[in-house]
């Protein structure tokens, strides 16, 4: 009898989560210092080597320049070489280079995508290849979508790739204070919308026939949703298609909004009209019952700024996946939530267990994913990289009782053994089968040693 089929014979029941597992208690592993001012953070479709970030401005003691740089995940170390830079950049307020979108096909076309603004102010949509050196760009791109900005704020900056292929594109109101040109409830602009294109084909870009204005004369098409004020950072869920938006607030209420991954209409998310789920200015607007409000919001007592994040899907900590994490950028604060489309359930402050002795996470201005779904956070303040990990790798079901360390431990790691569960490859090999006895000596020496 083999391994697996004896463990699988100890061990075929339901995987051990429980209530108390969500608790599981986190830290995080400093593995950068000495970025300039990061914003963002992706790999490319399946790439679990390397980690490209995005630095918004002022790379290598030049304000109008920026650069993105790869981190090699297996050395925690940056490469001298930066993959792209990006030159002629305006520098004021919230601008610079905002975003990065890897092509779904880029193993095998090479694409991806940048938004910044140039030296006008205008945000540009640029495509852009790699070279014959994976980690190096081509240094020319090509703009495939532009947008003057009245302002230097609310930029937007956000952009990904859906889960159907489309390139989705965030953009902000235009700036100032109270969408003075109630952009966002203008379906005739972009700015103050959530856009979706299809940049599948030679150049440019089209319009997918699904986009709720398609054929409009009176609308622009390539708008998904509207009424937003600067959804500054957004994502996709990795295993519903859910989408989560995180709009910074006005003056009192910051607030995040769940898109299904069925939604096919037009949403209208309400701003200028509504601030959260409060009325701002409701002149000449719509019946509220027309817009769909956030399913979370915080006050301005506990911050200013949100900044959204991901919803974790990782191997390391498999009692939090599901969970969503999202932060303040003026407080530091960050949270973490489950939201299942209609409740909000397991909201925990995990600020002090994040923020270890000896390091001060502070301007959290993105969260990142690497390609096994395993989640990182980028200080903009400190220019500096985090990894969220477990404080212990071996408290597999994640309860937080005394001792950490039990026999339902062991059980379930056995559990996720047989369940072919990726926790279960604690030694990290890439051969065939993933799953070895190695991985049984290695989660008993991670238990042997105990967690301090």
């Known amino acids: 009898m083999s391994l697996t089929t004896r463990t699988i014979s100890i061990a075929a029941m339901t995987l051990a989560a429980g209530s108390a597992a969500h608790a599981q208690q986190l830290t995080t592993q400093?593995?950068?210092?000495?970025?300039?001012?990061?914003?963002?953070?992706?790999t490319p479709p399946g790439d679990t080597s390397r980690l490209f970030i995005v630095e918004q401005r002022g790379s290598g003691g030049v304000s109008t320049q920026a650069y993105i740089r790869i981190?090699?995940?297996s050395t925690n170390t940056l490469n001298a070489t930066p993959f792209l830079t990006v030159t002629g950049l305006s520098t004021g307020s919230e601008q610079g280079l905002l975003g990065l979108a890897f092509d779904p096909n880029y193993a095998s076309n090479g694409r991806f995508y940048i938004n910044y603004t140039n030296s006008a102010g205008t945000t540009i949509i640029a495509r852009y290849t790699v070279s014959a050196n994976p980690d190096i760009a081509n240094p020319s791109g090509t703009n495939i979508l532009t947008q003057s900005q009245p302002f230097t704020n609310h930029n937007g900056g956000w952009m990904?790739?859906?889960?159907?292929?489309?390139?989705?594109?965030?953009?902000g109101d235009g700036g100032s204070g109270g969408d003075p040109n109630?952009?966002?409830?203008?379906?005739?602009?972009?700015?103050?919308?959530?856009?979706?294109?299809?940049?599948?084909?030679?150049?440019?870009?089209?319009?997918?026939?699904?986009n709720p204005f398609f054929g409009s004369t009176s609308a622009r098409q390539e708008i998904w949703a509207y009424g937003l004020r600067n959804p500054w950072r957004n994502a996709f869920d990795r295993a519903t298609g859910d989408l989560y938006i995180a709009d910074v607030g006005q003056d009192v209420w910051e607030e995040i909004n769940f898109q299904p991954a069925a939604t096919t209409s037009a949403v209208n998310y309400g701003w200028r009209c509504y601030e959260g789920n409060a009325a701002y200015n409701t002149t000449g607007c719509q019946p509220a019952a027309t817009m769909k409000f956030p399913f979370h919001t915080y006050s301005h007592s506990e911050g200013c700024s949100i900044t959204g994040g991901y919803v974790y899907r990782g191997c390391a900590m498999p009692t939090l996946r599901g969970t969503y994490f999202f932060a303040d950028y003026c407080t530091n604060q960050i949270w973490s939530l489950r939201y299942n489309g209609t409740t909000v359930s397991e909201f925990t402050n995990r600020t002090s267990e994040l923020a270890v002795a000896g390091q001060t996470i502070n301007a959290?201005?993105?969260?990142?994913?690497?390609?096994?779904?395993?989640?990182?956070?980028?200080?903009?303040?400190?220019g500096e990289l985090y990894k969220i990990v477990p404080r212990c790798a071996a408290n597999c079901d994640g309860s937080t009782g005394t001792p950490l360390l039990t026999s339902n431990d062991f059980q379930c790691f056995l559990n996720r053994f047989a369940a072919n569960d990726c926790y279960a490859n604690c030694d990290g090999s890439t051969g065939t089968p993933i799953l070895t006895a190695n991985d049984f000596q290695c989660f008993l020496n991670k238990f042997a040693a105990g967690c301090s």
Do not use: C, H, W
Request: proline fraction near 5%.
């Open 30 to 42: 400093r593995l950068l210092t000495g970025l300039t001012r990061p914003v963002f953070a992706t």
């Open 71 to 73: 981190l090699n995940l």
């Open 160 to 171: 990904a790739f859906g889960p159907d292929g489309y390139l989705y594109i965030a953009l």
């Open 182 to 210: 109630n952009a966002g409830q203008n379906v005739a602009v972009l700015l103050g919308k959530l856009l979706r294109i299809d940049v599948s084909g030679g150049a440019g870009y089209s319009i997918p026939p699904t």
């Open 364 to 382: 959290v201005v993105s969260f990142a994913e690497d390609a096994n779904g395993e989640m990182y956070i980028l200080d903009q303040g400190g």
